[in-house]
């Protein structure tokens, strides 16, 4: 009897201790995605297919006009920052533009435009998108506007002759639970 007891005593208990706890949160957890190019990228359209290359370390402009490559983003959680890099392969510096897309075809989205210094040596260089929370309210120590509005996120670059995106580095925070 006084073994009945105690469970229910006990259970009562913890019914009335769990309907003063706090309210449980996820727990957010920052994760990095690193990937090549040549995973994500091709060429905007077929005319710069001919021109278009893709090498296992890189997707490289090998025709002799500006080419246009499109690269999904692989997306998951918060989105928190893109970073892109490239390189020239011809021995002399050149100048990258690219234009990050977050957001719908149809619907609310943002293009935010970055230049790419590449110098003659080869090396790479790179350029950083920030964005925290899908579109929230949010600036960037830059003082930019936080753009990504949601998880659809593409990057579009003019490669000029001779040059190449190398791989992003994607930074997002996943939720995992309380």
């Not at 690193?34 to 893709?54: E, T, V, W």
């Not at 957001?103 to 435009?113: A, M, Y």
């Amino acid at each position: 009897m006084s073994r009945s007891r105690n469970l229910a005593l006990s259970c009562t208990l913890a019914l009335a201790a769990s309907a003063f706890a706090p309210d449980a949160e996820a727990a957010l957890v920052e994760r990095i995605l690193y990937f090549n190019a040549s995973a994500h990228c091709q060429a905007a359209l077929p005319m710069y297919d001919g021109m278009i290359r893709k090498r296992p370390l890189a997707v490289v402009n090998e025709g002799a006009g500006t080419s246009f490559v499109t690269c999904a983003i692989p997306t998951q959680g918060r989105i928190v920052s893109l970073e892109l890099f490239a390189s020239a392969r011809g021995g002399v510096p050149a100048q990258l533009t690219c234009t990050a897309v977050s957001g719908l075809e149809s619907e609310v989205s943002h293009r935010v435009p970055r230049t790419i210094n590449l110098p003659a040596s080869g090396a790479r260089a790179g350029t950083l998108w920030w964005g925290t929370y899908y579109g929230g309210p949010l600036a960037r120590p830059t003082g930019e506007p936080n753009f990504f509005v949601g998880p659809y996120l593409a990057v579009t670059c003019a490669l000029p002759p001779a040059t190449g995106l190398n791989n992003f580095i994607l930074t997002y925070n996943e939720e995992i639970g309380a």
